[in-house]
């Protein structure tokens, strides 16, 4: 049996300090280009909050800058 693994809420200050000098990647190539299951295609975040897991993933959850579902 899997467990979802456990996860931190970070504050967005931190994002920089994760990405180091790849944080313009970050903001140039993947918030513009995250998935929408409500529009079914690729969107930007936007209104997002940070997460870590214990496997070290950031995660995000935010809004559909098309929609505005989650």
Known sequence: ???KPKSTPISLDKIPLIW???YQFF????????????CRNTTTITNYTAE???MYDLILHGSC????GP
């Open 1 to 3: 049996m899997s467990t």
């Open 20 to 22: 180091g000098d790849k």
């Open 27 to 38: 903001l140039e190539k993947l918030i513009p280009n995250c998935y929408c299951v409500k």
């Open 52 to 54: 870590v897991n214990d």
């Open 65 to 68: 800058a098309t929609c505005g």
